[in-house]
């Protein structure tokens, strides 16, 4: 689970994005999620933004197969 706290700063979002692919990260927990965060570095995600424009994600490999209940 990281917290990015609403990270809108591109170069921020790229420094997730390595890290994410350096360490060969499977999924990804994020709170704190935005509107604007939503990545380009994984191309499935699960967002859930609140009233007040603060949510979680999920992030995961496209190779990963997730069930994901209605």
Do not use: W
Request: proline share 3%; net charge negative.
């Amino acid at each position: 689970m990281l917290n990015i706290n609403g990270i809108e700063n591109s170069n921020r979002i790229c420094m997730l994005a390595d890290f994410l692919h350096r360490h060969d990260v499977d999924i990804a927990f994020l709170q704190v999620v935005t509107d604007g965060d939503c990545v380009a570095y994984r191309a499935t995600d699960v967002v859930n933004v609140g009233t007040l424009g603060r949510g979680t994600a999920i992030l995961h490999k496209p190779s990963l197969l997730l069930h994901i209940p209605k």
